[in-house]
């Protein structure tokens, strides 16, 4: 209730300009209440990352039980995660936006970054590689990943969640950077 209560404020007023008042007053809800459950307004938020990546990384799980050899996928987190924010897009736009602050671009990126490693790190084409090139890999594609979900919620890309998923991923598979570090 106090999550989704602190959805509009960030749509309308912008997240660095709520307080823990103004989330009561939404959620209809003693300061008590919530401070029970949380201790200030970026632990509620970010309480919302950690749903979603888990929710993610089950989707991923359930994924891999599933043969993916005809399909040409390289990270299963993309599409769920996409259609999640195409559903949620103004959420979306303002929390990746000017209405989310540091934090919550800070917070996204990291949860982008988790999902890219452990898809990298888990697929069958993995070859351990040494750790410089690991991290360098995983922060290529969750940078371009990151960058063009922002680039799409201010809708500056014109498709729906299913074609960009499938850009994305033809671009991962066509462009795959093979390099060895010397």
């Excluded at 401070?35 to 970010?46: C, N, T």
């Excluded at 993610?56 to 299963?76: A, P, T, Y």
């Excluded at 070859?127 to 995983?138: A, F, G, K």
Aim: aromatic share 12%.
């Amino acid at each position: 209730m106090l999550r989704k209560s602190l959805f509009p404020l960030i749509i309308s007023k912008g997240y660095d300009a709520i307080t823990v008042q103004d989330i009561l007053d939404q959620a209809n809800v003693g300061r008590s209440t919530f401070y029970a459950h949380f201790k200030d307004k970026d632990d509620l938020l970010l309480s919302g990352f950690d749903v979603l990546i888990q929710e993610l990384f089950q989707h991923i799980k359930n994924e891999s039980q599933h043969s993916l050899d005809n399909k040409k996928v390289i990270f299963r987190f993309s599409l769920p995660l996409l259609e999640h924010a195409n559903e949620n897009r103004l959420l979306f736009k303002a929390l990746l936006g000017n209405r989310g602050g540091i934090l919550v671009q800070k917070k996204a990126f990291e949860m982008i970054v988790k999902l890219v490693k452990y898809e990298i790190l888990n697929s069958k084409n993995s070859s351990r590689r040494n750790q410089i090139e690991e991290e360098i890999r995983t922060h290529f594609y969750a940078g371009a990943f990151f960058s063009t979900l922002k680039h799409w919620l201010e809708g500056k890309i014109k498709i729906d969640s299913l074609e960009l998923d499938e850009y994305f991923q033809a671009m991962c598979i066509n462009y795959k950077i093979d390099f060895q570090l010397r």
